[in-house]
């Protein structure tokens, strides 16, 4: 088990302010998943913010958990013999749950592995808003931004939204 930091409980609890119930929260096909990864990846291939050759594949479980590695309501992996890929589990099919689970493989890219960072810190904050404002629009990431100062998440702008 990945010990659970407060930073990070906070920074669950705030998104959920931000978006359950809304139309970001509605649960979706695979085929709309893939398509939400596959943009985002190549919008953050266009800004700079991804290198890699590969859009990671989006794997669907029907588990909550896999492997011991359950974050909540998705699964993300990276550093797999095969590459990275994103799986998630069945109530991680949304699309703000798409944004967050993408947010960190963007902030791993380029990294060393196993590079210590904080998982949900400042920085991951911030990319994690740039992953909303590029797929949905600027409007749901200052909704999520909102909840954030709300909750006092804070967040190192270091990328720009769209
Ligand atoms: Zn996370």
Redesign the pocket.
């Known amino acids: 088990m990945r010990p659970v930091d407060k930073q ?1 409980l906070i920074l669950y609890a705030a998104q959920v302010q931000a978006f359950n119930g809304t139309a970001l929260d509605a649960p979706l096909g695979m085929v709309e998943c893939v398509g939400m990864t596959n943009t985002l990846f190549n919008r953050a291939r266009e800004k700079g913010y991804w290198h890699g050759a590969y859009t990671p594949p989006v794997q669907y479980s029907t588990q909550a958990k896999l492997g011991g590695e359950c ?2 309501r998705a699964v993300w992996y990276t550093e797999q013999p095969e590459g990275s890929f994103l799986v998630l589990a069945p109530e991680g099919k949304r699309g703000w749950i798409i944004a ?2 993408v947010a ?1 493989l963007l902030l791993m890219a380029g990294r060393p592995k196993h590079a210590l960072f904080e ?2 810190g400042k920085e991951y904050a911030a990319v994690y808003i740039w992953a909303v404002s590029a797929l949905f629009g600027i409007k749901w990431s200052n909704r999520l931004k909102r909840a954030f100062a709300e909750a006092r998440v804070e967040a190192v702008c270091s990328l720009q939204e769209d």
Do not use: L, S, T, Y
């Open positions: 990070q974050i909540g967050h689970e960190h998982g949900h």
